[in-house]
């Protein structure tokens, strides 16, 4: 049977929500609060799940250390302290939700870890709102 | 492949577990504590996950405001600073287990979400003790 | 210097906040919710801090194994699964909001620790809402 | 003795660290990521005390209510999902440092309060990261 | 449709990583600080989970009080405050890593608990590095 | 009035409670399952409490960066995956009880922050057991 493994990281950043296919009405109508123009911000808390076999000579499915660097030349390096729709290129035609911010995530990690393993993201945008990708 | 949103919520109420086809003596043994014929209460943390597809127009899986304000007409109007036992029908007849009240937390909101997503409940009864349904 | 310990346990309870002097509508309108005549519930965190001179001996200022048994023994086993109106005697007389729940504990526990330490109580009736006494 | 209650509430918000008297240069230097002129952002969790005595009519130091309220209306409905350099006439001359946000809070509220009690406020920029005022 | 029930206890223990195999240059180099020959130490938390049908006539899945006693029984009473490397069994060969930490718990509980229902244990060494068995 | 900021980091860390002076059943009755001679270990919580006047030009009491490269310096790379009685000469000679490392974590950070700048410590050993210094 295989384990799971859990690395918890997280970064900071502002957001909007906007849809730019839509009146501004329309869209402070869908994205209430999260359509202020001048942006607001989050502390994202990160939970990278990546599933196997554990190695018989370490006892590790992956070892925490490469995986925590792994999301910080991946993930954090892009993503912290910024602005997500003006400093990135990945949300610059993408709708910054917890739910595209995932899957971005995902993409980002996937090639990077190896294919025998299942990789899984979760996102906490607030600690009562979170995503999880794949579900 | 699909993304899953969670939402957490709380609410506070008194309970009592009791079986009325037992004898005072059979409840005690096998409730303890949670048989105390006064109740006792809890700070009941309610996590509600949907999964679904990602709306390409809003990316959202489901409006977490539109799902807060749905759990909170459905479950929290309900049981929020209720004697779970003698205030509310769903618990007249069935034992307030934090199983039963996930069951019954289940069925309050599953014919509010669009039929092609999933729903999931946790409650947490106590930071130790959570149930998950369905499983 | 001094140092201070602390330490967290935790009880569930049934309460309800009235003051017998008012009408129900006056209750009503001071308590809200809290008023509910069938009572509801919380999860009580509750940590107890003393403070005083470390025994050169044990590097203890207090024996934490006695001051969660203490803390079992005055408080646990008299407020656990109870509800605080109708089965204690400390509020049969005295409106159990988190502030006198607080004082209680404190003179349930002051004659039981060492007088030359300080004492004092914080109480967390939900995350949101806590206290503490002596402030 | 007085007691003191604490009420927690939160905010997202976007905000800069910079000193418009010094050169690009400086700010970097000084404020490293948290400079970066496109913002960045957090999930501020507050938490005000207010000491004083028990009003032996409601068992209560303050109504928790009237205090939630309190806050969301000149705090939380100011800050919450806002720029705080760009929306806000509190931050337009002063840097949103944590210490300065928690200095202008306890004066958005000080006025507000029964000037017989203390004020207290404590602000998470992120976990790791908190200020107190007055100290 | 089934229930999980989530039962959460924690053991502090020494611990330390090595491969009796590799040199300890070689152990130094893929285990870093953690091979450090005179240990170091973590609180975990555990989590087990148990899956089944809710017994109509308890309302319970299983009844926690009994999953607590069991936990103490198989789990605690054998690693809490104790050297996993040189106090324990299971440990002397084996390298106490998270991952192997969670199969040697699984096996400890599987056979203790209803065939019928399923087992999965979640295992905290720290905030930030966790895991799951079966995945 | 002076602002107070907190810095929260971590270590992870064997120990052992024992005073040499005792005999081994004092030393067992007196410090129970911490007294097992092959270590037991924590994950220790430490949250660096710093209390002066806001800097005008910065908004700053202290730059956070610095304290954290001041605690990792100072405090954690000498305790973290270390063994507190073995592996550090703070410890050789004095009882590793958490008010005994909060004083020798204050004494090590004490010369490295400005004086007039107030300086507290506070250690969670457990999520239940924690210290704080100067009280």
Redesign the interface.
């Known amino acids: ?10 970064f ?4 909007r ?1 906007n ?1 730019p ?2 009146t501004e009405e329309e869209n402070r109508e ?5 359509n ?1 123009p ?6 994202y808390e990160l939970i990278v799940k990546v ?1 196997g076999e ?1 190695d018989p ?5 992956m ?3 490469v995986l925590s660097d792994l999301i910080k030349e991946r993930v954090l390096d892009r993503f ?4 997500l729709n ?2 990135t290129k990945e949300f610059s035609n ?7 911010i ?2 971005v995530i995902f993409n980002l990690l996937r090639g990077e870890i190896d294919p025998d393993k ?1 990789l899984k993201i979760k996102l906490y945008e ?10």
């Open positions: 049977m295989k384990v799971a493994v859990f690395r918890k990281e997280h900071n950043a502002a957001h929500l849809n296919k839509w869908v994205f209430g609060k999260c202020n001048n942006f607001h911000g989050h502390n599933t554990t000579d370490t006892g590790y499915v070892d925490m250390k912290d302290h910024k602005n003006l400093d993408l709708n910054p939700t917890a739910e595209n995932a899957v299942e607030t600690e009562r709102n979170y995503v999880e990708y794949p579900a």
